[in-house]
């Protein structure tokens, strides 16, 4: 998608509602900040609108020009309803919308790391996917959208907060100096999807449980129903492998490494 077709969509929300204004969310946000981006932030055929000034009206338009329509059939995309209730975002996300003028149309795109900050609280597999092409082309700011999360943000419920937590916690432990990714890690996070992600604490952590997968840079610790926590061990001078047993002790100094576990009862610092 680009910004052509989004004028066309939106020049026919003009003729049948007569507003000139539009709100642009969800993946196709990212048309705000530029108008050829990556694939994988792009080919979304739906487009999450709303009026600006009568939100209300969303689903009447989309009546005529959303899925199944006339319009989606002849072109291919479709206007897709939202409410600005609906998606999880930061404060202040109105005053951070992109104004771009189509002809005679004027499209306000969300903010792209205020979308990101909804998608981490979706985290469905096409989420995330527009999240690392957008970490990986360095259209999204990590360190950001940490702060919407930390101080903006309130969120519908436990479980949207937990997933948007985990998500952050993967990326940022998965992400290099460049900008780039560990697709490794990545790979194995999609394939084992993990139901919590401890933040590590690097001055006086203690961690045991089981080393579930490892590279050269990091390390995958299970401590069983799928918590986890992820160690960066580049610089480590004893790297655990797989299947190992460890304890790793975070203190001033750095981490220190224990292949044998200690001699006590392991089941309350295993979640059991």
């Known amino acids: 998608m680009n910004r052509d077709e989004v004028q066309k969509a939106l020049e026919a929300a003009r003729d049948f509602s007569h507003h000139h204004e539009f709100v642009i969310a969800g993946s196709l946000s990212v048309l705000g900040r530029m108008d050829t981006p990556p694939e994988l932030m792009s080919m979304s055929i739906d487009i ?8 209300g009206r969303a689903n009447e338009i989309a009546a005529v020009l959303g899925e199944d329509s006339a319009f ?34 004027t499209a306000y ?21 527009w999240l690392e092409a957008g970490y990986e082309a360095n259209i999204l700011n990590i360190d950001i959208i940490e702060s919407r999360v930390r101080f903006n943000t309130s969120f519908f ?7 948007t937590n985990n998500g952050l916690l993967m990326h940022r432990v998965a992400m290099r100096s460049n900008g780039s ?3 490794d890690l990545l790979a194995y996070l999609d394939a084992n999807p993990p139901e919590c992600v401890r933040a590590l604490d690097t001055d ?69």
């Open 204 to 272: 006086a952590g203690v961690y045991i449980g089981i080393i579930a997968w490892t590279n050269q840079r990091l390390a995958v610790q299970s401590f069983g129903e799928g918590e986890i926590a992820i160690h960066k061990i580049h610089d480590w001078p004893n790297k655990p492998k797989a299947k190992d047993m460890v304890t790793i002790t975070y203190h001033a100094g750095g981490p220190s490494l224990k292949i044998k576990p200690p001699d006590l009862d392991w089941g309350p610092l295993m979640g059991r």
């Open 72 to 105: 989606h059939e002849r072109n291919g995309y479709y206007l897709d309803p939202i409410s600005p209730e609906l998606p999880v975002l930061p404060a202040g996300w109105r005053e951070r919308l992109v104004e771009i003028k189509l002809g005679k149309i």
């Open 109 to 129: 795109f969300l903010d792209v790391n205020d979308t990101a900050v909804s998608k981490y609280a979706r985290s469905a597999p096409n989420d995330f996917r």
């Open 181 to 183: 990714l560990d697709k």
């Open 157 to 163: 419920d436990a479980d949207d907060r937990r997933k």
């Open 48 to 55: 999450d609108f709303f009026p600006l000034h009568d939100p």
